[in-house]
Nanobody
Framework: QVQLVESGGGSVEYGGSLRLSCATS????????LGWFRRAPGKRREGVSC????????NYASSVKGRVTISRDNAQRTVFVDMNNLEPGDSAVYYC??????????????????WGQGTQVTVTS
């Protein structure tokens, strides 16, 4: 049974930083593209970043590029996202997701097969 469990969310002030973690089980991370998505109240789920299985090539949404870094530790079966210079607009529930590896990792939610339950990030001004 595949499980993805996010942690690290919380409340942070404008300009602050957070590291989110996603612990995986029931799958071999080195065979999967792994991604982070978010959903703010009243908005659609938005892709934040993903990392490709083969060469760990990364992809970032334009809204977070330069402020967010995704990384993975296959030995720990964990994917991370480091977020800096956080803004109130980054407030959302953040989800990690996994899909068997392909040619590219994309920030389209419908492409991902497995999802975590999410962790809340709140940025105060």
């Amino acid at each position: 049974q595949v499980q993805l469990v996010e942690s690290g969310g919380g409340s942070v002030e404008y300009g602050g930083s957070l590291r989110l973690s996603c612990a995986t089980s029931g799958l071999t991370p080195s065979f999967y593209n792994l991604g982070w998505f978010r959903r703010a109240p009243g908005k659609r789920r938005e892709g934040v970043s993903c990392t490709r299985v083969s060469d760990r090539k990364t992809n970032y949404a334009s809204s977070v590029k330069g402020r967010v870094t995704i990384s993975r530790d296959n030995a720990q079966r964990t994917v991370f996202v480091d977020m800096n210079n956080l803004e109130p607009g980054d407030s959302a529930v953040y989800y990690c997701a996994a899909v068997p590896g392909g040619d590219e990792c994309r920030l389209d939610a419908y492409e991902y097969d497995y999802w975590g339950q999410g962790t809340q990030v709140t940025v105060t001004s």
